[in-house]
């Protein structure tokens, strides 16, 4: 009889199984057989979709390269990845330095002459500047705001460049600091003499570190405050408020006190972010606290260049930076146009290694920035719109580290609300490695978003789960629906 009953139970599974059809079959069945009482099998989890968990994060870009080419045609070239930006996720553009330099149509902006010429005037060798003219910019600017993306202008209010000759009491001889109409201030606007510079009658110097010392500008001067932020005419005015700029990069905020900044940001407003150029997050957390402003986040940049390259020790990931005391003001990076120019090896993050640095910021706490040539590489492109997406979906509520050492690196968003958050897990190991941790997530399947790994486990009711990472790589986990 039991021998019987087995044979039965047998054949009646095979009817069903022979029984099924794929759905372009006119003839299935669609009637729901599951017996009377009985729950039907549940159908298996799949991933959820990303999209629908906009969390209002965003990513900014920096727009160039140190010694971007080809000359003249900069403007244009960005114009015309505005809308892929935007569809990927970046909110803000970091434009380079905006107006004519000393050095003419070869200038980055950073050997600023004249704060008024967008490449409008004939100055310096040229009319446009080397990223195009202002007819240009413009246009630039008016498509970035038609896709909501803020523009952000870089500023240097530290030195001055490419102005003429004249006889410099303070220093008992000539000095580069007269800029007027025919010395590299066409604009005549902000013109400018050795008496806004320092020394002067205020006094020698910048409390700050020194850059171009003869042409290093004197905020205390009450003209000088006019110009580039009080009057409605100023430098922060006319950039706001007649080029529609929306926010500032100051550059070598080292080179002058903090309250320069503050005094800007309380007269105009705007996302701000300042170069402060240091791998120390005390001299960071400082300048935040006086400035007011967002900061570049070096120490976060150092602590991953030791992680990852010159110690390959990922236990440097726990220490200080910026983005642990005030995550709201550190800006994160993976490279600039300074590090990347740089042949020291221990100030850029080798290129293997870059996109671990990717996911580590764009699942962190902080404000990402995607470096240009970075976001062009098409070996790491769709990788970096994956990890955005990530950013400004599950990268959401608070931090908390899991695990670390050497070669694993395990931490945990908690997520807010319906976000589920994430866990990502780095391992720069040679060998694929797996750590059971504790997630905020019960009786759910995972996956990893990143698609690193195929590895899909299920987490237990008390929230245990292990999850893995490939060699040398990283992987981001959440939950399937």
Same mark, same amino acid.
């Given at each position: 009889?039991?021998?019987?009953? %087995?044979?039965?139970a047998?054949?009646l ?24 009482g ?5 159908? !298996?989890p ?5 999209s ?19 000359r ?12 892929g930006?935007?569809?990927?996720? %970046? ?8 107006t004519?330099?000393q ?5 980055m902006? +950073?050997?600023?002459? $004249?704060?008024? $010429? ?6 310096q ?24 993306l ?7 209010l ?11 009491? +303070?220093?008992d ?14 604009s ?5 003499? +050795? ?8 006094? !020698? ?5 020194? #850059?171009y010392?003869?042409?290093d ?13 009080k ?8 950039y706001k408020?007649?080029m529609?700029?929306?926010g ?7 080179? #002058? ?5 503050k ?9 701000s ?5 240091d ?5 960071l ?6 400035s007011?402003?967002?900061?570049f986040? #070096? ?5 991953m ?8 020790d990922?236990?440097y990931?726990?220490?200080d930076?910026?983005r ?15 590090? !990347? ?17 990717y ?18 590489n098409?070996?790491?492109? !769709?990788?970096?719109k994956?990890?955005?997406l ?11 580290v ?5 070669d ?11 976000n589920?958050g994430? %866990? ?22 995972i996956? $990893? ?5 195929s ?6 009711t ?20």
């Amino acid at each position: 009889m039991k021998k019987n009953i %087995i044979l039965c139970a047998a054949f009646l599974a095979v009817f069903s199984l022979n029984s099924c059809s794929s759905d372009s079959d006119p003839a299935v069945d669609t009637t729901d057989d599951t017996p009377s009482g009985e729950t039907p099998t549940p159908a !298996e989890p799949i991933a959820i979709n990303l999209s629908d968990y906009k969390n209002g994060s965003g990513v900014m870009m920096q727009t160039f390269y140190w010694d971007v080419e080809p000359r003249g045609e900069w403007w244009n070239i960005l114009n015309t990845k505005v809308d892929g930006w935007a569809e990927a996720g %970046i909110d803000r553009l970091w434009l380079p330095v905006a107006t004519k330099g000393q050095s003419g149509g070869y200038s980055m902006g +950073y050997d600023p002459s $004249d704060y008024f $010429d967008f490449g409008e005037y004939f100055q310096q060798g040229t009319l446009p500047t080397r990223f195009g003219t202002r007819e240009q910019l413009e246009t630039l600017i008016a498509s970035a705001h038609a896709k909501d993306l803020e523009v952000i202008a870089d500023i240097v209010l530290n030195h001055n460049s490419g102005g003429g000759s004249e006889y410099n009491p +303070y220093r008992d001889k000539q000095t580069y600091t007269l800029f007027d109409e025919t010395h590299g201030n066409a604009s005549g606007m902000f013109n400018r003499s +050795y008496k806004d510079y320092h020394p002067n009658d205020i006094h !020698e110097s910048d409390s700050g570190n020194l #850059f171009y010392d003869e042409q290093d500008v004197c905020h205390d001067q009450e003209r000088v405050q006019k110009w580039l932020w009080k009057d409605e005419n100023s430098v922060a005015k006319y950039y706001k408020n007649v080029m529609g700029f929306d926010g500032w990069r100051f550059d070598y905020v080292k080179g #002058f006190e903090p309250w320069v900044v503050k005094a800007w940001l309380d007269e105009v407003g705007g996302f701000s972010v300042g170069e402060n150029y240091d791998g120390n997050g005390d001299v960071l957390k400082k300048w935040v606290e006086e400035s007011g402003s967002a900061a570049f986040d #070096f120490a976060c940049f150092y602590k991953m260049e030791e992680a990852f390259d010159r110690h390959n020790d990922l236990n440097y990931l726990s220490k200080d930076m910026l983005r642990k005391t005030y995550p709201d003001k550190a800006v994160t990076f993976v490279a600039n146009h300074d590090t !990347e120019k740089d042949s020291n090896e221990d100030n850029n993050i080798s290129s293997e290694n870059k996109m671990k640095a990717y996911a580590y910021i764009l699942t962190h706490d902080g404000y990402p920035t995607i470096f240009y040539s970075d976001y062009e590489n098409e070996n790491f492109q !769709e990788e970096i719109k994956n990890l955005i997406l990530i950013h400004n979906s599950i990268a959401s509520g608070s931090v908390e580290v899991l695990y670390n050492d050497n070669d694993e690196y395990i931490m945990k968003r908690s997520g807010e609300g319906t976000n589920p958050g994430l %866990i990502l897990y780095i391992n720069t190991s040679g060998n694929n490695k797996r750590r059971e941790v504790v997630s905020n997530w019960a009786s759910k399947k995972i996956k $990893d978003y990143s698609n690193q790994s195929s590895y899909s486990p299920t987490v237990a009711t008390d929230g245990s789960v292990s999850i893995e990472a490939p060699a040398n790589s990283y992987s981001i986990w959440t939950i399937m629906k």
